[in-house]
């Protein structure tokens, strides 16, 4: 049995919901994907990451030829999909091993083996056990196999049609793995670059909201070190310098620090305190990126956190406010007071800070007309608005006390899935007094019609990045066809020179073609286009050409001004060979002296 075993980590397509899920990579695939990297046990894992917002859709038949592993997440309304996918995955391949995890599956274990017929959903997080499970899935495929899965922690597993659950003991350090696995995604290339970053920074949060999932699956609060903070700067600097994140032509970046993790408030003293010295010591470490991080408007009360923010390059802050009404705040347990919010916000935008303000609306004192007061208040106090309706998500008390609704709108009867694809808050999902399904959905797009959405502004984002691709795409096919004309000329002076009667300039051609056969081989097989070439490959063409241009210059007979005339000419073609990649690849290397701060 082969060592090396194939692993597809999927990430479904968004049914709907907040743009920017779309835009920034979602980190639990690729915390997985460099788990099982660094895991050290019987096999080794070739690892892929599909994210079929950013891929298309995968083909299960297809595109799981030959994968002995498929992984998949998904936020509630992409649940469906996953399902399916893992169905097909079985019918498809009989043998292929799927694990299910994530905010969806982790809590309700009975109803992904129900609908997607997973082998294992591994509970909340998993890096620290990922590689275990793995390979006891591949060895262990006889009778025995759940003896050995019940020694695996933090895992759901079926045992005569009950669902098994092992104890977790302990929380996973959040930086059990240093660094995201970035370069596994598919079709990551610098045509294809990220929209933008993202970095982790902390796991869990210091509140208790009760519409919120984070409390359920990131227990406790907890930061990465300060060294793996400085690392994951690095590795986002080195990702834009290689063009897998979208630059301006200033070369600067957007980075997002992954949304459930924000500043702490004042009370929460020691991790405020935290925060402030290491926010400090990122100066110099950011200096091209544009952060962008959610928070809690409190930040209006801490100049001293505020200044820090804005000297690590921080521009852009997603702010809570989800109410301006006192009653429902305390409803869902958020600990602000609307009056005071007006005034955070205030010196918030005082203080040049772009804010997206994030609603919810549907909470339990909300009229229609408070929602729509909420729209004209809120446009006033932030730039950008992001808006939700109350949606009930698995591990949270809403779960549970609000009945749901099928996709008719009515009471959802035993034995019914959810409509997980209404789940994008854009509508009620559960029984409500005030208003139906339809009614909501009038109600939202009402709301909406008053607000900037910061949806947007991603749109406008993907706009850019599909121009920017179609251009580079050309751009690359002219400057391929311009090298290859230049090296045919070239070849072709040479062939010449080769028919010469003279001895020696049959043996000075034969030579010399021989090498630029070798020139030739070696640009064919860059697999990039020239215009984005590694900078590995646009070394080793230097070389090659610098090679030929040497030896043109020793095989030439001096006693024969042909000859040298002839080497002359050849030489003058490959300069301008040299001239076009390095006009191609000046940009690039450009903007990865500013990345480094060597220019």
Sequence with gaps: MSRIKRVMLLQPASAGGNFEYVAIPRQGMLYLSAALAQWEGPFVYEREIWFEDRSGLIDPGKDLEGVD??????????????YQVARMAKEFHPGIITIGGGPQMSPLPEEAFDYGHFDVIVQREGEDIIGQLCDVLLERRGPDRNQYLANVPGISYLQDGNVVYTKRVGLVRPDFVELPDFRSIRDLTPENPMAGGVVETIRGCTEKCTYCQVIQQFLGYRLVSKETEFKRLAQLQELAADGLIHSSRNGSFQVFVSDDLHTPPLRAVKFRNERLERLKGWKGHTENMNLIIQARAEIGQDPELAEALQEANVKMLYLGVESDNAENLKAVNKRQEPGQMHRDLAYINEQGFTVVAMTIIGLPYDTEESIMA??????TVSKYQTANFLTPLPATSNWTALQPLNEHGELLQEGEMRPYQLYTGRQFVHHDERWSMQESREIFDKYTSKLQEVDDVYRRVFRILRTYKLRLAATSKELSDTVAARLGEATDNLQGLATEDSLAGREFGENISGKVSDLVETL????????????????????????????????????????????????????????????????????RKRATGQG
């Excluded at 592993?69 to 996953?82: H, K, S």
């Excluded at 050409?545 to 000419?569: C, Q, V």
């Design 374 to 379: 909420l729209a004209d208040w809120v446009t």
């Design 69 to 82: 592993i498929l992984m998949l997440t998904a936020l509630i309304n992409e649940a469906p999909r996953a």
């Design 524 to 591: 064919r097989s860059v697999s990039q286009p020239l215009a984005n070439v590694r900078r590995e490959a646009a070394d080793s063409i230097g070389s090659k050409i610098n090679e030929l241009s040497e030896s043109l210059k020793t095989l030439a007979d001096p006693s024969m001004s042909s000859g040298k005339e002839m080497a002359s000419s050849i030489s003058r073609r490959i300069a301008d060979i040299t001239d076009t990649i390095d006009a191609a690849l000046s940009d690039q290397r450009d903007g």
